[in-house]
């Protein structure tokens, strides 16, 4: 069986006024279609270097990145990416967001209107399709930036520490929301977080890394059973799979 | 916009946003009353102590006005003059808009043409009369020439500025969205930039105002700046005065219907003033 994303000893190397600096150093990583991927490591570690190489948003100073077997040169519309910062169009409102990429994909105004109803629905916006995003709480955006990714149709989402700037309960429901979302509409997932306790929720492998120079230090399997809720994050096998990642997180050796 | 107003928190921190600025205003308006009351008075008031004939009264200048409004003198010179701000505005602004563009999204052009801009930004358009005279002689197109120049400038600087601030993320979620070059620069580029360019339009139209009265000095057979010029050889203050009035008038107008324009295309932004 290929993998749907190979990393193969990619490297990624900076040269600024001060030096070098080595974001990644011939990091090799593997994952098969369906799983839900968490990367978690101090900044600094190259997470957020590894998914702009997989999105094709920058290219590897050295080895490849594979996707279905061929060697990303470029974003496309099979991998969708969710920014930390929303990143949606602030002069279109929520609905005309999620419609950017269908237009692009050449579907008619009534598909693209159906399509782009469904998703908003799926992450609970539908009462605010006209709302520009000004009039959206951090959350709302979030989630309409995830319908905008889903509406695609990418077999892979690639999230960025898409929760990093909410406030922890909207966090936490974020989560939750995420992996119902998920668990209808299943897709591959490659989510940065530097949350321990919302790397072990998420996924199904826990990648640890570490920083300077970046590597991946731990692969962690997260062998709980979804769909997983709240009662779960308060279990001692929770609890220990979190212990596992933290000391993964933050011991030096 | 009523589905909006459901239940967001988000919303409600907006609307009272807004109507807490929209009463700011309300409540102004009878300041910005009295203070041309106060104003004009002042300056009555200041003509009657001086008691010198050069400085006129508010009436004065107002039958003056109301004389040149009559025998159609003002209309002919405001005409002569709008007409040279509009065309020399709208084509500096014309192509302003797409360098400022290119300049933004292509280096080469940035390169080859940003020097140039930034010395003759420095250079006040005014400086360049004795040679533009020389070479389009002193007819309209010079004068038609050197407000386009002064508002070229003002507004190339602004949309290049607007497109290289346009945020990377956002070209970054087109392009992951499968959206190529030329698609990122209608869709994201140019919404995006639209705020500045509507300040450069703004600074451009101050500019070509600016501009006006100096290029009317060198023999325009008509104009506001004609108009006060001559006036001034007679020691008609009053005219001199009606000429400055009406350039302010006729400035602070067009000022507020851009700003009118660009607060309906620009309502999007997150500030607003």
């Not at chain 2, 003509?47 to 159609?72: H, K, Q, R, T």
């Amino acid at each position: 069986m290929t993998a749907l994303i190979s990393v193969q000893e990619a490297s990624k190397i900076y040269q600024t006024s001060r030096g070098t600096t080595v974001s990644l150093d011939r990091v090799s990583l593997d994952v098969e279609e369906g799983e839900f991927i968490t990367l978690v490591g101090p900044s600094g570690c190259g997470k957020s270097t590894m998914l702009n190489l997989v999105a094709g948003l920058i290219t590897p100073t050295s080895g490849s990145v594979l996707v279905r077997d061929e060697v990303v040169t470029g974003p496309g519309p099979d991998r969708g990416v969710i920014f930390q910062q929303y990143a949606l169009f602030p002069w279109l409102t929520a609905q005309e967001n999620v419609e950017f990429g269908l237009r692009l994909q050449g579907l008619s105004k009534r598909d693209r209107a159906q399509k782009a109803r469904h998703y908003l629905e799926l992450v609970g916006l539908k009462d605010f399709a006209n709302a520009l995003p000004k009039e959206l709480s951090g959350g709302m955006k979030q989630r309409c930036a995830i319908a905008r990714a889903y509406a695609v149709n990418p077999s892979l989402l690639l999230m960025d520490e898409p929760f990093g700037a909410l406030d922890a309960l909207t966090r936490v429901q974020m989560q939750e929301d995420l992996l119902e979302t998920w668990s209808r509409d299943k897709r591959t997932v490659l989510f940065i977080t530097h949350d321990v306790d919302e790397a072990v929720y998420l996924a199904n492998r826990v990648v640890v890394m570490s920083a300077r120079p970046g590597r991946i230090k731990e692969i962690i399997d997260v062998t709980l059973p979804y769909p997983r809720n709240e009662e779960l994050r308060l279990s001692p096998e929770f609890a220990e799979l979190r212990a596992r990642v933290w000391r993964g997180v933050h011991h030096r050796d | 916009m009523s589905a909006a107003s459901l239940e967001a928190p988000a919303t409600d921190a907006a609307a009272s946003k807004g109507s807490r600025s929209r009463q700011g205003t309300r409540s102004l308006v009878p300041l910005y009353i009295a203070t041309f009351v106060i104003g004009i008075g002042l300056w009555a008031v200041a003509g009657m102590i001086a008691d010198n004939p050069l400085i006129p009264s508010p009436l004065s200048v107002v039958v003056s006005g109301w004389e040149s409004i009559l025998d159609g003198t003002l209309w002919e010179h405001t005409s002569a003059s709008l007409l040279r701000v509009l065309v020399g505005f709208g084509l500096g602004v014309a192509l302003a808009v797409p360098a400022g563009f290119l300049m933004g999204w292509y280096w080469l052009v940035r390169g080859l043409v940003e020097p140039w801009i930034q010395f003759f930004r420095t250079v006040p358009p005014l400086a360049l009369i004795p040679l533009v005279i020389v070479i389009l002689g002193i007819g309209e197109n010079a004068r038609i020439f050197v407000i386009f120049l002064a508002s070229f400038l003002s507004c190339v600087i602004a949309t290049f500025q607007g497109v290289k601030n346009v945020d990377v993320t956002l070209i970054n979620a087109a392009r992951v969205l499968g959206a190529k070059d030329l698609t990122i620069f209608a869709r994201v580029v140019v919404p995006a930039s639209t705020p500045f360019i509507f300040v450069g339009m703004r600074t451009a139209l101050g500019s070509a105002w600016a501009t006006l009265v100096a290029s009317e000095l060198v023999a325009a057979p008509s104009g506001l700046g004609r108009m006060m010029q001559a006036a001034s050889q007679f020691l008609d203050t009053e005219t001199i005065m009606v000429g400055i009035l009406m350039i302010g008038i006729l400035g602070f107008a067009m000022d507020r219907l851009l700003l009118l324009v660009e607060r309906r295309l620009t309502a999007w932004q997150e500030v607003r003033a």
